[in-house]
């Protein structure tokens, strides 16, 4: 009577080791063994952008990971669409294996996530209406509390919201928003101040002429730009490093970012890591 019990015991014992075993398979691991890369991503023109009525998705981070999976043999299963607050969760059930939209690095999202190495650098700006020129060159009028800064939940202007005017009224957006959104709120009266990346505010100030402006001024803060990937997961990164290493020093980057004139000279390259004496 012991012996079936004995052996149904172990087989548990067995089953549940090799479950935890596959719970706790690599990215790395399921990476190389389909050959392929399970991206997660989120809409951010000019880097994603995703076609309302096919569905089809392009952008300059789009061409990037092509080629980038390319050189390195893999596919790209552009499974998932995340927002911003969400964006990490996926890692834990092995959903997804990295996202594949750039995103930029800071301390917090660093308790969530780990990074590639930096690719470029992007540039945020303080933006108020189109006439209102009270925080030029002064950006220490914009810390305020009789001022509402506008921000999307979980974005990085919200970030900067926090870190660079906390003294201002928040005007906080579901993550689920566009990112034209504080752009319009401040369009609208409903927000006064707001930091943006130049691109999506270019991007808006064309659609809408003589609605908001950025204030004159250096940016609040340049940020690196990299991808984010599961912690721990430290074969990946070595192998995605290489991959965007040989990226920057080929050339190829570059001729990417060729593809999109209008937003070549907001985005900031990397200094290279040797110099050429004559």
Same mark, same amino acid.
């Given at each position: ?12 014992? *067995? ?6 075993? @596959?719970? !706790?398979?690599?990215?790395?691991? $399921? ?9 997660? +991503?989120?809409?951010?023109? /000019? ?28 596919? *790209? ?17 092995? $959903? ?7 995103? *930029?690095?800071?301390? %917090? ?5 780990? #990074? ?5 650098? *992007? ?18 009028? %914009? ?14 202007? %919200? ?10 009224? !928040?005007?906080?957006?579901? @993550?689920?928003?566009? @990112?034209?959104? /504080? ?14 990346? /130049?691109?999506?505010?270019?991007? #808006? ?7 908001? $402006? @950025? ?19 430290? $074969? ?15 050339? !190829?980057?570059? !001729?990417?970012?060729?593809? +999109? ?11 290279? /890591? +040797?110099?050429?004496?004559?």
């Amino acid at each position: 009577m012991k012996k079936p019990f004995i052996l149904t015991f172990l087989y548990l014992i *067995l089953f549940s080791a090799t479950s935890y075993a @596959q719970s !706790k398979e690599s990215a790395y691991d $399921r990476v190389m063994a389909t050959n392929t890369i399970n991206c997660a +991503y989120y809409v951010w023109p /000019p880097f994603i952008s995703k076609d309302p009525n096919t569905k089809e998705l392009s952008g300059l981070s789009f061409d990037l990971m092509t080629d980038l999976a390319d050189s390195l043999s893999l596919k *790209l299963n552009w499974s998932t669409e995340v927002n911003f607050d969400a964006m990490f969760e996926g890692y834990s059930n092995g $959903r997804y294996d990295m996202l594949c939209a750039p995103l *930029l690095s800071t301390p %917090a999202r660093a308790r969530a996530s780990d #990074f590639t190495e930096t690719f470029a650098f *992007l540039p945020y700006y303080l933006y108020a209406r189109a006439d209102d020129k009270r925080f030029d060159n002064a950006y220490a009028k %914009a810390n305020s509390p009789d001022l509402i800064y506008a921000s999307i939940d979980g974005d990085m202007n %919200a970030i900067l919201g926090n870190e660079e005017f906390p003294k201002a009224k !928040k005007y906080s957006i579901g @993550q689920n928003a566009s @990112q034209s959104d /504080p752009m319009m709120a401040i369009a609208t009266g409903k927000a006064d101040i707001a930091t943006l990346e /130049p691109v999506a505010a270019g991007n #808006f100030m064309k659609a809408n002429p003589g609605k908001i $402006r @950025q204030v004159s001024g250096p940016p609040v803060r340049t940020s690196s730009v990299a991808y984010s990937i599961p912690i721990g997961e430290e $074969r990946l990164k070595a192998m995605l490093n290489i991959a965007l290493r040989t990226m920057i020093e080929s050339g !190829k980057l570059e !001729k990417i970012l060729h593809k +999109y004139p209008e937003y070549e000279a907001i985005i900031l390259r990397t200094t290279k /890591p +040797y110099e050429i004496k004559k």
